[in-house]
């Protein structure tokens, strides 16, 4: 009998352990989308109040943000969670939810494009924020495409070198390299993101000397070794900037 209640008591530990790693993570559920500008005003009246309804509280918590710079500027990107995939399988089914975007939101969407799950980078996030600070605004991120013939060991120890890198300038609020979770292909070429706060256009001019201190962590010349591997590695980067949409978002 005892050493049943061992064996029981170290299956509970596991399992314990195991919805403790599950929760670890970090992640978004995001769609982007255009809209109907004859009736964005329509729109941005309905898309605030069915966020203040359905979409106010952990983990459904949702922002509207717009693309104002980058090859896919004017959309709107939907931006939901933090929210791990136990928590949207726990998802209570709402018919006024479904209702109420079938009538109000649907009609004047002209498109719904890319639906991604985004996902924190195992060791790769460097938060500066203070916890009650209000939640950035503005954000730039750089996409990057992965080669697929390419290393992820040696791709991971780029990024890695990346974010020591940033903290020694000491300037950063908030970075983060993120994981798309759902395989893209070269469709999209949106394996990876890099996303910082800022928040305000002058910081766009500050010279953070990004080489000098790489190659005070890495020795003299590493900067050129570097940029010649993250070529290797990635085959396509370009930049996004977004805004959150206060009157959508109900802010």
């Not at 949207?88 to 109000?104: F, I, Q, V, Y």
Request: proline residues 3%; contains cysteine.
């Amino acid at each position: 009998m005892k050493n049943i209640f061992v064996m029981l008591a170290s299956l509970l530990f596991v399992l314990s352990a195991i919805a403790e790693e599950a929760k670890e993570y970090t992640q978004w559920d995001t769609f982007r989308f255009t809209i109907d500008n004859k009736n964005a005003q329509k729109l941005t009246k309905n898309m605030r109040s069915h966020i203040k309804k359905f979409h106010v509280k952990d983990p459904l918590k949702t922002r509207i943000y717009n693309i104002i710079y980058g090859p896919n500027v004017n959309e709107l990107i939907w931006v939901m969670g933090p929210v791990s995939f136990s928590e949207l399988d726990a998802r209570p089914e709402s018919k006024s939810h479904d209702d109420d975007w079938a009538d109000n939101i649907n009609p004047y969407i002209n498109s719904y494009n890319q639906s991604e799950i985004w996902r924190h980078m195992e060791n790769l996030v460097i938060n500066n924020l203070d916890d009650k600070a209000p939640s950035p605004e503005k954000f730039s991120c750089r996409y990057l495409t992965v080669r697929q013939d390419q290393d992820w060991e040696v791709a991971k120890y780029l990024l890695m070198q990346i974010k020591e890198t940033l903290m020694k300038t000491g300037k950063v609020k908030y970075w983060a390299m993120m994981d798309n979770k759902f395989i893209q292909g070269k469709m999209n070429g949106r394996h990876l993101m890099a996303i910082s706060s800022f928040d305000k256009w002058a910081e766009m001019d500050d010279d953070w000397e990004f080489k000098k201190h790489f190659e005070e962590i890495y020795g003299k010349g590493s900067y050129k070794s570097f940029s010649e591997s993250y070529s290797k590695a990635f085959e396509n980067t370009w930049h996004e900037i977004i805004s959150v949409n206060k009157d959508m978002s109900g802010l």
